[in-house]
């Protein structure tokens, strides 16, 4: 009987196998099947008008959690944590990424290109400009 059932479990696996048009070779990289860029990025730097403002915050870092969802994690110094979960998108061919993010009020849509586990956000906040740079843990 367990003999059987294996042998059904067997065609039933290579069944879909063929069914599912399953073609290894055209597939892909292994790092564009495993996603490598989803990861905890933390922020290394960050200047507003060309003055540091990194040593105004406890943590800042961005969590890509999954394929579509990721958490903006700021806490200032002497404040409360504070965690803005949202969506993005990521173009495995350009390595672009494209998300909605709000920090201290201000809403903007940025698409930065991934390099070897770093990324910069650079956004004009009035006259100032926010330059934001973030690497991987």
Do not use: W
Request: proline share 2%; charged share 30%.
């Amino acid at each position: 009987m367990k003999k059987r059932l294996l042998l059904v479990l067997s065609v039933i696996a290579i069944f879909c196998l063929f069914i599912s048009g399953c073609d290894v070779a055209n597939q892909g990289s292994l790092k564009s099947i495993t996603r490598p860029y989803i990861a905890q990025y933390e922020c290394v730097s960050a200047t507003l008008g060309g003055e540091d403002i990194k040593d105004r915050f406890e943590c800042f870092e961005i969590v890509l959690k999954d394929r579509e969802n990721f958490e903006l994690i700021y806490q200032p110094k002497d404040g409360e944590k504070h965690i803005y979960k949202s969506k993005y998108e990521f173009d495995i061919e350009t390595r672009e990424l494209t998300a909605d993010i709000s920090v201290l009020g201000y809403k903007f849509k940025p698409t930065v290109t991934v390099q070897n586990g770093k990324f910069t956000i650079v956004k004009q906040i009035g006259t100032k400009q926010l330059v934001l740079n973030f690497k991987a843990k």
